[in-house]
């Protein structure tokens, strides 16, 4: 089992990326998947989740309105738009899948910030210049 997250790069405030997190060896469609942050010197956050179906998510309040998870089970990916980049946003991001019923049972919210995760994906690099 696999996830692979990408899509990050550098990118002046303002701007737009889309990561991508992708499956291998598990059955994405029912898994919730959430997206976490880690900036140098700071613990993990999560940012975003998004329900097996993709209708039900969830972000932090420093990325509503800017930030918007999708997934494409066919394709076993989730997205993640983030939108008006700020410094602030600048950290490794990663990916990671919730098995099993715990998403229901907790709440998407509460799986998120407590990064009551099964398996984390390996990050990739998002840098915001001022």
């Known amino acids: 089992v696999q996830l692979q997250a990408s899509g990050g790069g550098l990118v002046q405030a303002g701007g737009s990326l889309r990561l991508s997190c992708a499956a291998s060896?598990?059955?994405?469609?029912?898994?919730?998947v959430g997206w976490f942050r880690q900036a140098p010197g700071k613990e993990r956050e999560g940012v975003s989740g998004?329900?097996?179906?993709?209708?039900?998510?969830y972000y932090v309040d420093s990325v509503k309105g800017r930030f918007t998870a999708s997934r494409d089970n066919a394709k076993n990916t989730v997205y993640l738009q983030m939108d008006n980049l700020k410094p602030q946003d600048t950290a490794t991001y990663f990916c990671?899948?919730?098995?099993?019923?715990?998403?229901?049972?907790?709440?998407?919210?509460?799986?998120?910030?407590?990064?009551?995760?099964?398996?984390w994906g390996q990050g990739t690099q998002v840098t915001v210049s001022s």
């Open positions: 998004i329900n097996p179906s993709g209708d039900s998510t």
């Open positions: 060896g598990l059955t994405f469609s029912s898994a919730t």
């Open positions: 990671a899948a919730v098995l099993g019923v715990r998403a229901q049972t907790l709440g998407l919210e509460r799986v998120i910030k407590t990064k009551a995760v099964d398996i």
